[in-house]
């Protein structure tokens, strides 16, 4: 899709229309070393984050006058996380610009947590870069507009894993567990699936371009099977395992 799309969607006009290409291109898309690092977007990404994390630290320093440095700590990570980001790029449309090799389009990548919020990250970068600060903290205030009215001291957003650690922790579980059942792709985009065990019964499988990003994908699923279903659930699923265990005996 041409990417004066996208101008229109975030209301930007580059001025240097490379900068937004490389913001969009995934590693994959250039295979040939022979490219230069700048034509594909971790450098940007890189340099997005450090803007982001700037640009919400200050609306929170300067607009919860009252928080003390742990709840804006807390508020900056629920808002500036992986989940977070993707909602954001899945907003503006942004996989439907993302280049990247046919493989990665045919599983999916595009539509990968991780990859999206990369995107996202090297957009805000290549914004900062073209237009300068006052423009890309107007785009990330106005985008992340609604995710930062969600957030209160008494309503944080937190990561998938630390939700979850802290649901298992009120039921007197033991810790989530994360278990390495696969790794698939090349060398340099590998695809990480985990398990996830809560109380030692299997509840999700997760995936990503990182471990991490494999364990908050499996979390996050685990916290919507088990919001559905209850923790009755994981109750019921070892008294079936045990069951089926005594009449093996």
Same mark, same amino acid.
């Given at each position: 899709?041409?990417?004066?799309?996208?101008?229109?969607?975030?209301?930007?006009?580059?001025?240097?229309?490379?900068?937004?290409?490389?913001?969009?291109? #995934? /590693?994959?898309? %250039?295979?040939?070393?022979?490219?230069?690092?700048?034509?594909? &977007?971790? +450098?940007?990404?890189? $340099?997005? *984050?450090?803007?982001?994390?700037?640009?919400?630290?200050?609306?929170?320093?300067?607009?919860?006058?009252?928080?003390?440095?742990?709840?804006?700590?807390?508020?900056?990570?629920?808002?500036?996380?992986?989940?977070?980001?993707?909602?954001?790029?899945?907003?503006?449309?942004? #996989? /439907?610009?993302? %280049?990247?090799?046919?493989?990665?389009?045919?599983?999916?990548? &595009?539509? +990968?947590?991780?990859? $999206?919020? *990369?995107?996202?990250?090297?957009?805000?970068?290549?914004?900062?870069?073209?237009?300068?600060?006052?423009?890309?903290?107007?785009?990330?205030?106005?985008?992340?507009?609604?995710?930062?009215?969600?957030?209160?001291?008494?309503?944080?957003?937190?990561?998938?894993?630390?939700?979850?650690?802290?649901?298992?922790?009120?039921?007197?579980?033991?810790?989530?567990?994360?278990?390495?059942?696969?790794?698939?792709?090349?060398?340099?985009?590998?695809?990480?699936?985990?398990?996830?065990?809560?109380?030692?019964?299997?509840?999700?499988?997760?995936?990503?371009?990182?471990?991490?990003?494999?364990?908050?994908?499996?979390?996050?699923?685990?916290?919507?099977?088990?919001?559905?279903?209850?923790?009755?659930?994981?109750?019921?699923?070892?008294?079936?395992?045990?069951?089926?265990?005594?009449?093996?005996?």
């Amino acid at each position: 899709m041409e990417l004066n799309y996208l101008e229109e969607i975030i209301e930007i006009d580059f001025n240097d229309k490379n900068l937004l290409r490389s913001a969009l291109t #995934h /590693k994959s898309f %250039l295979n040939d070393q022979k490219h230069d690092l700048s034509e594909f &977007n971790q +450098r940007l990404e890189f $340099l997005g *984050d450090s803007v982001l994390s700037l640009v919400i630290s200050e609306y929170l320093f300067n607009n919860n006058l009252n928080d003390a440095e742990g709840t804006l700590t807390d508020k900056r990570s629920g808002l500036v996380n992986e989940l977070s980001l993707a909602s954001i790029a899945k907003s503006i449309d942004l #996989h /439907k610009f993302i %280049l990247m090799s046919e493989d990665e389009y045919e599983r999916k990548g &595009n539509a +990968r947590s991780s990859t $999206l919020a *990369d995107a996202l990250e090297a957009l805000i970068g290549a914004i900062f870069l073209d237009m300068g600060y006052k423009v890309v903290d107007k785009f990330i205030l106005k985008f992340m507009d609604k995710a930062i009215n969600n957030i209160n001291s008494k309503n944080i957003i937190k990561d998938p894993k630390s939700r979850l650690q802290e649901l298992v922790q009120a039921q007197g579980f033991k810790p989530p567990k994360y278990l390495l059942i696969n790794k698939t792709g090349p060398a340099h985009m590998p695809v990480f699936e985990v398990q996830v065990e809560v109380n030692d019964v299997f509840i999700a499988i997760g995936s990503g371009e990182r471990k991490l990003n494999s364990q908050q994908d499996g979390a996050a699923k685990a916290i919507e099977i088990l919001e559905k279903n209850g923790f009755d659930f994981i109750n019921k699923k070892k008294s079936v395992f045990r069951r089926f265990f005594n009449n093996l005996k």
